[in-house]
């Protein structure tokens, strides 16, 4: 089952999207579907999109400034029996408070975002879309990626690294499963392969099954781990160009500055906005 959720602005929608995709970054949830809707303007818009997600059991994220459009996405998303999370009216509130005034319910009233901010939200927009080796077939068009058994920081370099601007893509090597082929087909300096060591893994697999309860058998057997990681080994031989960044008992920090020392890259390809 795909899990919609829509995010809702009268201006371009991209704050309530970055929102949504910076709080999915906390879950190892798959199959979810974040559509962007903008310019919303008119009661009968907003009718449309709650039907919408009514009918596809989605949730609604909105950043509208108008008080009237506002009231109405809660009260039609209670008859519909839609969730819709404002995001914007609690702090209208309590601005409106502090400073005595009235919101003047300008949509778009913020500052045009610099083509920084933009390149970052495009990068993370993609490090979403190609985590836990998600669309391979989109490969080429990553700056960086990042290969790796489980538990080995794929995920969270990624982010930081989307963070900073670049499009990345992270594939796990899953022991006597063929990584896809257009990985082998990628440039030189465009892949990186992350390795740990035994011991240091089969901790952290411990913690998770704590956490999650349910995993894999032998997920944290330091024999089967063992396997893994000679696997992964196999795997990086066929491409000896990749070079291989150690994260055992490494800070996120320093992997990711590594990474991109190593593929002759900076730490901040681009400018952003305060």
Same mark, same amino acid.
């Given at each position: 089952m795909v899990h919609r959720i829509y995010t809702v602005s009268d201006a371009s929608g991209a704050t309530a999207e970055r929102v949504v995709k910076s709080a999915l970054v906390q879950f190892d949830a798959e199959d979810v579907e974040v559509i962007r809707i903008g310019e919303i303007r008119t009661r009968e818009q907003v009718c449309q999109i709650i039907a919408e997600a009514a009918r596809h059991k989605g949730i609604i994220v909105h950043t509208l400034v108008s008080e009237e459009l506002r009231h109405l996405m809660v009260t039609e998303g209670r008859l519909m029996d839609v969730t819709t999370i404002d995001i914007m009216g609690p702090l209208l509130v309590r601005l409106s408070e502090m400073f005595s005034l009235k919101p003047k319910g300008i949509p778009g009233g913020m500052t045009p975002f610099d083509r920084g901010? @933009?390149?970052?939200?495009?990068?993370? =927009?993609?490090?979403?879309?190609?985590? =836990? &080796? !998600?669309?391979?077939?989109?490969?080429?068009?990553? =700056?960086?990626?990042?290969? /790796? *058994?489980? $538990?080995?920081?794929?995920?969270?370099?990624?982010?930081?690294?989307?963070?900073? &601007?670049?499009?990345?893509?992270?594939?796990?090597?899953?022991? =006597?499963?063929?990584?896809?082929?257009?990985?082998?087909?990628?440039? !030189?300096?465009?892949?990186? /392969?992350? *390795?740990?060591? +035994?011991?240091?893994? %089969? #901790?952290? $697999?411990?913690?998770?099954?704590?956490?999650? &309860?349910?995993?894999?058998?032998?997920? %944290?057997?330091?024999?089967?781990?063992?396997? #893994?990681?000679?696997? %992964?080994?196999?795997?990086? #031989?066929? $491409? !000896?160009?990749? +070079? @291989?960044v150690d994260v055992t008992l490494k800070p996120i920090e320093e992997a990711a500055s590594e990474i991109l020392s190593l593929l002759g890259k900076t730490l901040q390809p681009v400018e952003f906005s305060k």
């Open positions: 901010y @933009l390149e970052r939200i495009e990068a993370i =927009d993609y490090t979403v879309r190609h985590d =836990d &080796g !998600k669309n391979p077939h989109e490969l080429d068009l990553a =700056d960086i990626v990042l290969v /790796g *058994v489980s $538990r080995t920081s794929k995920t969270p370099l990624s982010f930081y690294l989307a963070y900073r &601007g670049w499009k990345v893509a992270n594939v796990p090597i899953v022991l =006597d499963v063929e990584p896809p082929e257009e990985l082998f087909e990628l440039p !030189k300096h465009r892949v990186v /392969g992350l *390795v740990i060591s +035994p011991q240091r893994l %089969a #901790e952290l $697999r411990k913690v998770r099954i704590e956490r999650l &309860g349910t995993v894999p058998q032998r997920y %944290a057997d330091l024999e089967y781990i063992h396997q #893994e990681l000679v696997y %992964a080994y196999q795997i990086f #031989e066929r $491409r !000896k160009d990749w +070079p @291989l």
